[in-house]
């Protein structure tokens, strides 16, 4: 009975550990900064999905009238929480490119 209860409290214990950012957050993803070059996103990968951070980034490049360049991917060692920058750029004609 004792190591049952002792494996539950782990489990909760871990659900609540990684359901924090949602809390914090109220979403799956947070913007660190967004500006005309680019965007720092965080997110929690259980929740939220690599491609579901590139349409949002791409919302914001279309404010200036730019397009998204996937850039650095940092994995956190931390509560799973994951990090993508994403830089924008003007869109050039086909077959030519701009970074």
């Known amino acids: 009975m004792k190591s049952t209860l002792a494996v539950l409290a782990v489990a909760l214990a871990a ?3 990684l359901n924090g950012c949602v809390a914090v957050w109220g979403k799956g993803h947070n913007v660190v900064f967004a500006n005309s070059e680019g965007m720092l996103i965080q997110y ?3 929740i939220a999905s690599p491609g579901s951070m590139a349409g949002i980034a791409q919302q914001e490049a ?6 998204i360049v996937p850039g650095d991917f940092e994995p956190s060692n931390y509560g799973g929480i994951h990090q993508r920058y994403f830089k924008f750029i003007t869109p ?8």
């Open 92 to 99: 050039t004609p086909a077959g030519r490119q701009n970074y």
């Open 62 to 67: 279309s404010k200036y009238g730019r397009v």
């Open 15 to 17: 659900v609540l550990l």
């Open 44 to 46: 929690d990968p259980l």
